[in-house]
Structure formats: structure tokens, C-alpha cells
């Protein structure tokens, strides 16, 4: 396997969808496998929630999936968030206009050298991210890793490279049942019964720390043998919810960091007895919504300075970050299908909690939407969107900052003044529900037109299916309201 090009009949060098850095790193996994480094590798994709699906492969196979890609199911580009398929596949017309996708046709993983990884906790085991093509080798156009980068590809012909860093927030609770009885398997299935690792209400103390400290040194180990650039882990304000930073990182890799951690911290907690969730409120006694904040600049790719560094105390940010600023405000409730993507997401948004109700900016003030950090001579200066819950698809995340930041760049438009109180200003609301940020969605020209018409309407079709369901239900809500009054 050695020398030369690996596969050279096959799908992916007939299509060139590999460079020659690529070729080589390919060629030094199936050289790994070879050596019987590896038994098996996990080749995966996030798909429209971000969650990653996939198939494990067996070492002998390794050189063809990676010469050939790896085939999976459209429908999988097609299911809500109860794995339910939305889309009608079996109908004679095209599917969302794209034939490749009628009769639950194929599409192919085509694995990423780049983005090889071998799981700590599954000794002997590989795993790559991959990118999808259709069989005739065009690009799935539903492939929300393609979409951000292409996005990123547009900052980068404006001479600038992407930078974030992150700020995540989740739950760690003791699994005390995971409902594997029979009963327990309905669609989806009952969610597990859990009890809590620390009581909470004791932000950033050491004490509530050292409770947590086993399994928060668990997740450490785990993502520093995954290369993920941890900063910190700290304890949050409520019961069981904890934090996980990560230093800035340039590009598409930190969307692929956080698909993979997210990951990774519910497989590494299940094998020990805990269930993790990024879900942004839990319904449970007690529990506090968690947050993704998102930490991004603009470097100049020329220079390598950031660009949003202001000259002078009076400004906030360079003229280019304000204008940037000025986008992301512009787009923000449309913006919120993908920051935002889930029913529970909205029910974050609450005055007087550290986490935003409106459309608004500030200098370093944690209740505003976006917060400023940084000034004059500070090359850690950056944007730090405050909106997203911590379920969001990365990818779909990055590709509607970037399409509505340049947007404000490109139109020259100025932002408001930066509010001391963002709560009490007259600045429009954060959407109240999915619904209403569908909407904002559909109507935003530069979005369609960013992430494709089709696309957006994809996408709303999906979270409506999801709100479909959610509006059929009775909840306990309902039962409490009416059943003893009426």
C-alpha cells in the first residue's frame, strides 16, 4: 500500500477529490492498518443535526474505503431529530429536486485523512470524518461540512481566515437506568433515569469542582489523546452542569473538534456509568439551560494580525469587525434556525440569566448577544456570540456567522450603540420558539442565498416536521393547566 497513489481506479482518484497532502496522509493510515495498528475504523459524517452517523469498517477494508468511499442511505440526510424519516422517498418525482435521493438510493463517505483520530477508549480502533458525494461524484448539496466550508472558502477570498475558540457547556449525570425494557423502546425511545454527580448553585468553586473531578479528568484525558485543544473544564452554576473550553483554532477544524467532543463525551460517560446530554434544558428538577458560545475573529491572511483589533479606545473593533458585528445582528433571528435549531433551545432565552433575549452587542457584558472582548493592541480581540445552545450542527453554526457577518461587510452597515444594559434596551427579541425563527429563515435573502434556497427550506421542512410532532403531543403542562379546571 506503500509509494504511489492509493487506489488509483478508484472513486475518489477518479474524481480528484483528494490532493496530493491528502493522498499521503490516506496512504500513511492504510499503511497503520497494515502494520496491525488498527483493527477497525469508524468512518463517520455529521449529518443535519450534527450528529454523527456512520459504519465501522474491518482492517482488510480500509484501503478500499479509503480509495472507494464508503456507502450509506440517502434517507439519512432526510430524518428529524426522532430518526424519522421526513421526505417521501418512494414517490416517482425527485425528491427536494435531487433524483440522486429517490428510492433510498446510495451516497458515499468519502473519509478525510486529515481528520484521523484513534479512540482512547476503543483501543485498536480509527476514526475519519468524511466528506459526501453522489456516485457520479458531484457534492451531496445537503452535506452541511460542504456548506461550511464553503462559506469559509468566501471569507477566505476576501483575504481572511476564521478563527474560533469555544465555550460549551453540558450535563453529567450518574445513569441509574438506561429503559432497555421492551416497553421502553418506542420512537423515540423513553429517555434514561439519571440522578445528579453535585448539587450546583456553587459557581466555580473548587469544592463542587474536586465532586466533579473524576469524571471531568475522564473527559480531560479523552480529548487530549483526541488532539482536541482544551483550555480549561470548569463547574457551572446548576446541579450536574459543567464547561469545557477550547483554544482558538483556524478554520473548519474547530467545527469538526466540536462534533467529534460532543461525541466523544457521550460515548466515553455511557462506558462508565454516566449519561452526558447537550440538550440545552433538561426537563428535570432544578436544572439550569447550558450555552455554546462562540468565540471568533478575522484574521488577515496576508499579515496574520487580527482584524477586528481597534486603533483607538473609542471604538469597540476595527472597522471591518464592526461591520461585521453590524451583519451578525442584522441576520441574528434568522440566523437562530441553526444556532438554535431545537424546540427546548428557546427556552433559554430569559432576561436576568446570563444568556440573551434580544439582538444586541456590549463591551464584555455576558448578557448581551454578542459580547466584545478585547481592544486596542489586544491581539486576542474577538466576537463572542453568546445565542447558541449546545445541540447546534457546528458546521450550520459557522456557515450562518460567516454569510451574515459578510453581508454587514459587504453593505457598509454600522451597528448600534453597544448597550451597559442589555436587557432593558428597545432592541428587537431573540425568536420566542423554532416557528417563529423558521420564518425569520425563509424570509432572509442573504441566508437562501448563502446556504442555498433549497437548502433553508430543507432544513425549515425538517424542524416543521419536528414541531408537527411536538404539537400533537399532550404535555404535562396541558394536564396540570386544564384537567381538573375544565
Not at 429517490?102 to 485498536?124: C, H, I, K, Q
Not at 452535506?143 to 466550508?149: D, F, M
Request: a negative charge; aromatic letters at 8%.
Amino acid at each position: 500500500m506503500s509509494g504511489g497513489s492509493l487506489g488509483r481506479g478508484g472513486f475518489v482518484a477518479r474524481h480528484g477529490l483528494r490532493d496530493d497532502d491528502g493522498e499521503a496522509r490516506a496512504r500513511e493510515v492504510a499503511d497503520m492498518v497494515r502494520a496491525g495498528a488498527f483493527k477497525t475504523l469508524r468512518i463517520s459524517f455529521a449529518d443535519q443535526h450534527g450528529i454523527l452517523r456512520g459504519k465501522t469498517v474491518n482492517a482488510d477494508a480500509v484501503a478500499d474505503a479509503l480509495a472507494n468511499g464508503v456507502a450509506m442511505t440517502t434517507t439519512l440526510l432526510l430524518k428529524d431529530t426522532s430518526h424519522r424519516t421526513v421526505f417521501p422517498v418512494w414517490r416517482a418525482d425527485a425528491v427536494l429536486g435531487l433524483d440522486a435521493l429517490r428510492g433510498a438510493s446510495d451516497f458515499l463517505m468519502v473519509p478525510d485523512p486529515a481528520t484521523f483520530r484513534e479512540l482512547p477508549w476503543a483501543p485498536g480502533t480509527g476514526w475519519m470524518l468524511s466528506d459526501l458525494y453522489f456516485p457520479d461524484g458531484s457534492k451531496v448539496s445537503l452535506s452541511t461540512r460542504a456548506l461550511a466550508r464553503d462559506a469559509l472558502d468566501e471569507l477566505a477570498a476576501q483575504g481572511y481566515v476564521y478563527r474560533t475558540g469555544l465555550e460549551v457547556e453540558f450535563h453529567v449525570m450518574r445513569l441509574l437506568d438506561a429503559k432497555l425494557a421492551a416497553r421502553d423502546a418506542t420512537h423515540p425511545a423513553s429517555p434514561p433515569e439519571v440522578e445528579l454527580l453535585a448539587h450546583g448553585y456553587q459557581y466555580l468553586t473548587e469544592s463542587r469542582y474536586d465532586e466533579l473531578e473524576p469524571v471531568m479528568e475522564l473527559l480531560r484525558e479523552t480529548a487530549v489523546a483526541l488532539a482536541l485543544p482544551v483550555r480549561s473544564m470548569e463547574v457551572e452554576f446548576g446541579p450536574s452542569q459543567v464547561e469545557f473550553t477550547f483554544h482558538p483554532v483556524n478554520g473548519l477544524a474547530q467545527a469538526d473538534n466540536m462534533v467529534l467532543f460532543r461525541s466523544a463525551v457521550k460515548q466515553v460517560c455511557r462506558r462508565h456509568g454516566y449519561h452526558a446530554t447537550f440538550m440545552c434544558r433538561p426537563h428535570l428538577p432544578n436544572l439550569f439551560s447550558s450555552g455554546w458560545h462562540l468565540h471568533q475573529s478575522l484574521v488577515d491572511a496576508a499579515s496574520g494580525a487580527n482584524a477586528l483589533v481597534p486603533d483607538n479606545d473609542a471604538e469597540l473593533l476595527s472597522p471591518l469587525g464592526r461591520r461585521f458585528v453590524a451583519g451578525l445582528l442584522a441576520h441574528a433571528r434568522a440566523a437562530c434556525l441553526f444556532t438554535t435549531p431545537t424546540i427546548n433551545g428557546y427556552k433559554r432565552y430569559r432576561p436576568y440569566t446570563l444568556a440573551p433575549d434580544r439582538v444586541h452587542w456590549g463591551r464584555d457584558n455576558k448578557a448581551a448577544m454578542i459580547r466584545i472582548v478585547g481592544g486596542p493592541g489586544d491581539a486576542g480581540t474577538r466576537i463572542e456570540n453568546r445565542v447558541a445552545e449546545p445541540a447546534a450542527n457546528p458546521y450550520l453554526y459557522y456557515a450562518a456567522q460567516v454569510h451574515s457577518g459578510l453581508d454587514g461587510v459587504a453593505r457598509n452597515l454600522e451597528p448600534p450603540e453597544p448597550s451597559d444594559a442589555p436587557y432593558e434596551t428597545d432592541a428587537p427579541a431573540l425568536p420566542a420558539s423554532l416557528a417563529e425563527s423558521i420564518a425569520a429563515a425563509r424570509e432572509d435573502a442573504v441566508l437562501c442565498a448563502g446556504l442555498g434556497e433549497s437548502f433553508v427550506d430543507y432544513f425549515a421542512s425538517i424542524k416543521e416536521a419536528e414541531i408537527a410532532r411536538f404539537m400533537a403531543e399532550v404535555t404535562d403542562w396541558e394536564q396540570r393547566e386544564y384537567f381538573e379546571m375544565m
